[in-house]
């Protein structure tokens, strides 16, 4: 069946230092691949997004290629922050009739130090 | 109001009450979304919804129950819970449920079952 694997957390950076968190996926059909987000207390919130292979989705200087040779979605960053401590959310959708749904990885929790 | 609401936003009760989580949605949504957050366990779907219709029940207990009165309100009723129930109930709606769409996501019911 679909999935999707995430590396294992946390992740304990310094304050601008250089991120990756590495996301593959299994899927049957062209899934739709997104990184959430997750502040403390809060709900998720979609980060980027790639609808096909080799789109690239980025936002607030986050980026993710959509690979489909290795199928992977990696998330990096140039230089981290102490407000992108969060955790973060790899996810594919591969639509089935009127039942496309999301299918999330276990999660990575970053903390980003002074 | 904005975006994805919930209520209440934490909820304690016993394994004899019976309780209702609300979600309710400003953007005009057709699809609308349960999911359950565990510690250490990824994101489980419950329930799903397409223009007030479950179209999905991912093998749920009978002890929670979905309505949907109409796309811009869900609801989850609760009743005889367990403790293992404990969980954070996060509420999403998506323009449909082709899985082409991203989910926007409520801040979710921290619920604790005594």
């Known amino acids: 069946g679909d999935s999707v694997t995430q590396m294992e957390g946390p992740v304990t950076l310094s304050e601008e230092a250089f991120l990756t968190i590495n996301c593959t996926y299994t899927?049957?059909?062209?899934?739709?691949l997104f990184w959430y987000v997750q502040y403390p207390g809060e709900g998720l919130q979609l980060l980027l997004k790639a609808t096909k292979a080799d789109d690239k989705g980025s936002n607030k200087g986050f980026e993710a290629t959509y690979r489909k040779e290795t199928t992977s979605f990696h998330l990096e960053k140039g230089s981290v922050q102490v407000s992108d401590s969060a955790v973060y959310f790899c996810?594919?959708?591969?639509?089935?009739?009127?039942?496309?749904?999301?299918?999330f990885g276990q999660g990575t929790t970053l903390q980003v130090k002074p | 109001e904005t975006g994805v609401t919930q209520t209440p936003r934490h909820l304690v009760m016993g394994m004899t009450n019976k309780k209702s989580l609300k979600c309710e949605q400003h953007?005009?949504?057709?699809?609308m979304y349960w999911y359950k957050q565990s510690a250490k366990k990824p994101l489980e779907l419950m329930f799903v919804y397409s223009l007030e219709e479950r179209v999905e029940n991912n093998s749920v207990p009978s002890r929670f129950s979905p309505e949907c009165p109409n796309s811009s309100h869900l609801f989850l009723h609760l009743h005889t819970l367990q403790p293992e129930d404990s969980a954070l109930y996060l509420c999403?709606?998506?323009?449909?449920?082709?899985?082409?769409?991203?989910?926007?996501f409520g801040p979710g019911t921290r619920l604790t079952v005594l």
């Open positions: 899927a049957t059909g062209y899934p739709s």
């Open positions: 999403a709606s998506s323009q449909d449920t082709s899985g082409y769409n991203e989910q926007f």
């Open positions: 953007l005009g949504h057709n699809a």
């Open positions: 996810a594919l959708s591969v639509p089935h009739g009127n039942t496309g749904k999301l299918i």
